[in-house]
T-cell receptor
Framework: KAGVTQTPRYLIKTRGQQVTLSCSPI?????VSWYQQTPGQGLQFLFE???????NKGNFPGRFSGRQFSNSRSEMNVSTLELGDSALYLC????????????FGPGTRLTVL | SQELEQSPQSLIVQEGKNLTINCTSS?????LYWYKQKYGEGLIFLMM?????EEKSHEKITAKLDEKKQQSSLHITASQPSHAGIYLC??????????FGTGTSLTVIP
Protein backbone atom coordinates (compact mmCIF):
# COMPACT_ATOMS: atom_id res chain seq x y z
CA LYS A 1 0.00 0.00 0.00
CA ALA A 2 1.29 3.44 -0.85
CA GLY A 3 2.02 5.67 2.10
CA VAL A 4 0.93 9.22 2.76
CA THR A 5 2.12 11.57 0.06
CA GLN A 6 2.59 15.31 0.31
CA THR A 7 3.19 17.85 -2.41
CA PRO A 8 5.19 19.86 -2.93
CA ARG A 9 8.15 18.70 -0.83
CA TYR A 10 9.80 22.12 -0.79
CA LEU A 11 8.42 25.59 -1.20
CA ILE A 12 9.85 29.07 -1.02
CA LYS A 13 7.51 32.03 -0.68
CA THR A 14 7.76 35.66 0.31
CA ARG A 15 5.94 37.45 3.09
CA GLY A 16 2.36 38.34 2.28
CA GLN A 17 1.88 35.57 -0.25
CA GLN A 18 -0.36 32.60 0.25
CA VAL A 19 0.40 28.91 -0.13
CA THR A 20 -1.53 25.68 -0.59
CA LEU A 21 -0.15 22.31 0.48
CA SER A 22 -1.60 18.99 -0.55
CA CYS A 23 -1.86 15.63 1.20
CA SER A 24 -3.03 12.27 -0.13
CA PRO A 25 -3.78 9.77 2.65
CA ILE A 26 -3.19 6.04 2.66
CA UNK A 27 -5.88 4.30 0.63
CA UNK A 28 -8.88 3.62 2.85
CA UNK A 29 -7.93 6.18 5.48
CA UNK A 30 -10.59 8.78 5.99
CA UNK A 31 -9.00 11.07 8.55
CA VAL A 32 -6.27 13.58 7.77
CA SER A 33 -4.45 15.71 10.32
CA TRP A 34 -2.00 18.53 9.78
CA TYR A 35 0.91 19.54 11.97
CA GLN A 36 3.45 22.32 11.99
CA GLN A 37 6.98 21.53 13.16
CA THR A 38 9.48 24.22 14.07
CA PRO A 39 12.71 24.05 16.10
CA GLY A 40 11.28 26.39 18.74
CA GLN A 41 7.75 25.04 19.16
CA GLY A 42 8.18 21.44 18.17
CA LEU A 43 5.27 19.57 16.63
CA GLN A 44 1.98 21.42 16.92
CA PHE A 45 -1.44 20.24 15.83
CA LEU A 46 -3.18 22.39 13.23
CA PHE A 47 -6.42 20.59 12.41
CA GLU A 48 -8.01 17.25 11.66
CA UNK A 49 -10.52 16.40 8.95
CA UNK A 50 -12.78 13.40 8.66
CA UNK A 51 -15.44 12.89 6.01
CA UNK A 52 -14.85 16.39 4.67
CA UNK A 53 -15.57 17.97 8.06
CA UNK A 54 -13.11 19.63 10.39
CA UNK A 55 -13.26 17.63 13.64
CA ASN A 56 -10.56 19.30 15.67
CA LYS A 57 -8.62 22.51 15.47
CA GLY A 58 -5.40 23.59 17.14
CA ASN A 59 -4.50 27.00 18.40
CA PHE A 60 -3.50 28.72 15.17
CA PRO A 61 -4.74 31.98 13.64
CA GLY A 62 -7.42 32.04 10.99
CA ARG A 63 -4.78 32.47 8.30
CA PHE A 64 -4.38 28.72 8.51
CA SER A 65 -7.23 26.84 6.92
CA GLY A 66 -7.84 23.47 5.39
CA ARG A 67 -10.31 21.30 3.63
CA GLN A 68 -10.88 17.70 2.74
CA PHE A 69 -12.32 16.33 -0.46
CA SER A 70 -14.67 13.41 -0.99
CA ASN A 71 -11.71 11.15 -1.88
CA SER A 72 -10.16 12.02 1.54
CA ARG A 73 -7.38 14.07 -0.01
CA SER A 74 -6.73 17.23 1.95
CA GLU A 75 -5.28 20.64 1.37
CA MET A 76 -4.16 23.28 3.79
CA ASN A 77 -3.83 26.93 2.98
CA VAL A 78 -1.86 29.66 4.67
CA SER A 79 -2.69 33.20 3.67
CA THR A 80 -0.67 36.35 4.23
CA LEU A 81 2.50 34.45 5.00
CA GLU A 82 4.76 35.60 7.82
CA LEU A 83 8.40 34.78 8.44
CA GLY A 84 7.35 32.69 11.43
CA ASP A 85 5.36 30.38 9.18
CA SER A 86 8.59 28.85 7.94
CA ALA A 87 8.34 25.25 9.09
CA LEU A 88 7.99 21.63 8.16
CA TYR A 89 4.31 20.91 7.59
CA LEU A 90 3.38 17.31 8.20
CA CYS A 91 0.26 15.51 7.20
CA UNK A 92 -0.91 12.29 8.85
CA UNK A 93 -3.70 9.92 7.94
CA UNK A 94 -5.64 7.42 9.98
CA UNK A 95 -8.61 5.15 9.46
CA UNK A 96 -10.94 7.15 11.68
CA UNK A 97 -10.70 10.34 13.68
CA UNK A 98 -9.99 10.98 17.30
CA UNK A 99 -8.34 7.82 18.49
CA UNK A 100 -6.45 5.89 15.87
CA UNK A 101 -2.85 5.39 14.83
CA UNK A 102 -1.64 8.15 12.55
CA UNK A 103 0.76 7.54 9.68
CA PHE A 104 2.80 10.48 8.49
CA GLY A 105 3.87 11.77 5.13
CA PRO A 106 7.38 13.08 4.38
CA GLY A 107 6.35 16.69 4.96
CA THR A 108 6.49 19.94 3.03
CA ARG A 109 9.33 22.27 3.91
CA LEU A 110 8.05 25.86 3.63
CA THR A 111 10.49 28.74 3.71
CA VAL A 112 9.13 32.28 3.91
CA LEU A 113 11.53 35.05 2.90
CA SER B 1 3.00 24.44 29.30
CA GLN B 2 4.03 21.20 27.70
CA GLU B 3 1.67 18.32 28.41
CA LEU B 4 4.21 15.70 27.42
CA GLU B 5 7.75 16.12 28.67
CA GLN B 6 10.51 13.91 27.36
CA SER B 7 13.85 13.23 28.96
CA PRO B 8 16.60 13.44 28.17
CA GLN B 9 16.43 16.13 25.46
CA SER B 10 19.41 14.59 23.71
CA LEU B 11 21.47 11.48 24.05
CA ILE B 12 24.82 10.45 22.60
CA VAL B 13 25.73 6.80 23.04
CA GLN B 14 28.35 4.41 21.78
CA GLU B 15 27.12 1.72 19.43
CA GLY B 16 26.11 -1.37 21.35
CA LYS B 17 25.01 0.49 24.47
CA ASN B 18 21.50 0.35 25.92
CA LEU B 19 19.49 3.49 26.50
CA THR B 20 16.13 4.68 27.86
CA ILE B 21 13.96 7.63 26.90
CA ASN B 22 11.13 8.77 29.14
CA CYS B 23 7.87 10.51 28.37
CA THR B 24 5.82 11.99 31.22
CA SER B 25 2.34 13.37 30.89
CA SER B 26 0.77 16.10 33.01
CA UNK B 27 -2.68 14.72 32.19
CA UNK B 28 -4.29 11.30 32.20
CA UNK B 29 -2.97 9.09 29.45
CA UNK B 30 -5.53 7.28 27.32
CA UNK B 31 -3.14 6.08 24.68
CA LEU B 32 0.55 6.67 24.16
CA TYR B 33 2.33 6.51 20.82
CA TRP B 34 6.01 6.41 19.99
CA TYR B 35 7.37 7.74 16.73
CA LYS B 36 10.83 8.14 15.24
CA GLN B 37 11.86 10.95 12.93
CA LYS B 38 14.92 11.39 10.78
CA TYR B 39 15.86 15.06 10.58
CA GLY B 40 13.57 16.99 8.25
CA GLU B 41 11.51 13.95 7.35
CA GLY B 42 8.18 12.47 8.32
CA LEU B 43 7.48 10.46 11.45
CA ILE B 44 7.67 6.68 11.49
CA PHE B 45 5.20 4.92 13.76
CA LEU B 46 6.94 2.59 16.22
CA MET B 47 4.26 1.38 18.60
CA MET B 48 1.18 2.27 20.60
CA UNK B 49 0.45 1.49 24.24
CA UNK B 50 -3.03 1.60 25.66
CA UNK B 51 -3.20 -0.13 28.98
CA UNK B 52 -1.23 0.44 32.14
CA UNK B 53 1.63 -1.98 32.43
CA GLU B 54 1.46 -2.79 28.73
CA GLU B 55 4.80 -3.52 27.15
CA LYS B 56 5.51 -3.85 23.44
CA SER B 57 8.62 -4.63 21.47
CA HIS B 58 9.68 -3.97 17.91
CA GLU B 59 13.06 -5.41 16.98
CA LYS B 60 15.40 -4.03 19.64
CA ILE B 61 13.04 -1.33 20.87
CA THR B 62 10.76 -1.91 23.87
CA ALA B 63 8.20 0.51 25.22
CA LYS B 64 6.25 0.34 28.44
CA LEU B 65 3.36 2.32 29.85
CA ASP B 66 3.03 3.12 33.56
CA GLU B 67 -0.49 4.48 33.90
CA LYS B 68 -0.18 5.39 37.57
CA LYS B 69 2.91 7.50 36.97
CA GLN B 70 1.44 8.77 33.69
CA GLN B 71 4.71 7.87 32.12
CA SER B 72 6.07 5.79 29.29
CA SER B 73 9.61 4.62 28.69
CA LEU B 74 11.30 3.56 25.47
CA HIS B 75 14.27 1.27 25.79
CA ILE B 76 16.74 0.43 23.04
CA THR B 77 18.96 -2.57 23.50
CA ALA B 78 22.39 -2.77 21.85
CA SER B 79 21.97 0.50 19.95
CA GLN B 80 23.04 0.77 16.31
CA PRO B 81 23.67 3.79 14.06
CA SER B 82 20.32 3.04 12.39
CA HIS B 83 18.60 3.91 15.67
CA ALA B 84 19.78 7.52 15.43
CA GLY B 85 17.07 10.14 15.03
CA ILE B 86 14.49 12.02 17.04
CA TYR B 87 12.11 10.02 19.18
CA LEU B 88 8.73 11.53 19.90
CA CYS B 89 5.97 10.38 22.17
CA UNK B 90 2.42 11.41 21.43
CA UNK B 91 -0.91 11.10 23.20
CA UNK B 92 -4.50 11.48 22.18
CA UNK B 93 -7.24 12.78 24.38
CA UNK B 94 -10.41 11.04 23.29
CA UNK B 95 -11.38 12.92 20.20
CA UNK B 96 -9.48 16.05 21.03
CA UNK B 97 -6.27 17.15 19.51
CA UNK B 98 -3.22 14.96 19.49
CA UNK B 99 -0.18 16.15 21.46
CA PHE B 100 3.47 15.38 20.90
CA GLY B 101 6.28 15.41 23.40
CA THR B 102 9.28 17.68 23.27
CA GLY B 103 11.38 15.06 21.50
CA THR B 104 14.64 13.26 22.28
CA SER B 105 17.51 13.46 19.83
CA LEU B 106 19.57 10.27 19.73
CA THR B 107 23.06 10.04 18.25
CA VAL B 108 24.77 6.65 18.05
CA ILE B 109 28.52 6.74 17.58
CA PRO B 110 29.92 3.77 15.62
Amino acid sequence: KAGVTQTPRYLIKTRGQQVTLSCSPISGHRSVSWYQQTPGQGLQFLFEYFSETQRNKGNFPGRFSGRQFSNSRSEMNVSTLELGDSALYLCASSLFWGKDTQYFGPGTRLTVL
Amino acid sequence: SQELEQSPQSLIVQEGKNLTINCTSSKTLYGLYWYKQKYGEGLIFLMMLQKGGEEKSHEKITAKLDEKKQQSSLHITASQPSHAGIYLCGADRFGNQFYFGTGTSLTVIP
